[in-house]
């Protein structure tokens, strides 16, 4: 009998601790709000790109080829991961090219239902006092989704039209930081 009840707790063990190592794994303070990629100057919106990542649930070295692009050439670039922490305060975590993104301190991280919180657009992280240039941010930024979606037979255009809204939120968030220190 003893010896049953002990293979019967070995088993359960043996099922159930991944399941809650992973779970906690999974279960970090933060709930990422959207992902930036580049320098203040030239950045994009990577949140997409920064889900499927994170669905692999291991760590991985960020850089140009993670993303897929280069948004300021010659220049070393930064992921920025805004998110909410568990009493509504916002936090950006930084991370510069060529270090290692692991995930552990964001909930939901492996299971990417995160990403489509309210974040200002700012680089820096503000941008409340400028609701108009936030608004046209945002709006770039769904068009950026929805194109990124797209399938890519458009005879390039597809391709050239994000290339503009890539320059356009550059334009936008480059006004806001001049009206920022001005």
């Known amino acids: 009998m003893s010896r049953i009840r002990l293979s019967l707790v070995f088993s359960f063990v043996a099922f159930l601790l991944p399941a809650m190592l992973m779970a906690q794994r999974d279960e970090g303070q933060y709930v990422i709000l959207s992902a930036q990629y580049g320098t203040a100057e030239h950045h994009v919106d990577v949140t997409d790109r920064l889900r499927e990542l994170a669905r692999a649930d291991r760590p991985f070295r960020m850089g140009n080829s993670t993303?897929?692009?280069d948004p300021d050439h010659g220049r070393i670039k930064a992921l920025r991961i805004y998110?909410?922490?568990?009493?509504?305060e916002e936090r950006m975590f930084e991370y510069r090219e060529g270090s290692t993104v692991d995930g552990?301190?964001?909930r939901?991280?492996?299971r990417g239902d995160w990403g489509r919180g309210a974040w200002s657009g700012n680089w820096g992280g503000g941008g409340a006092d400028q609701p108009e240039m936030?608004?046209?941010?945002?709006n770039l930024r769904q068009a950026q989704e929805h194109l990124n979606g797209a399938a890519a037979n458009k005879g390039g255009h597809r391709e050239r039209a994000m290339q503009l809204?890539?320059?356009a939120m550059s334009e936008v968030q480059q006004g806001m930081d001049y009206a920022d220190r001005h």
């Open 165 to 167: 809204i890539n320059q």
């Open 134 to 138: 936030t608004a046209a941010l945002d």
């Open 67 to 69: 993303f897929g692009i």
């Open 108 to 110: 939901g991280w492996r």
């Open 104 to 106: 552990r301190e964001f």
């Open 83 to 88: 998110a909410r922490g568990p009493r509504g």
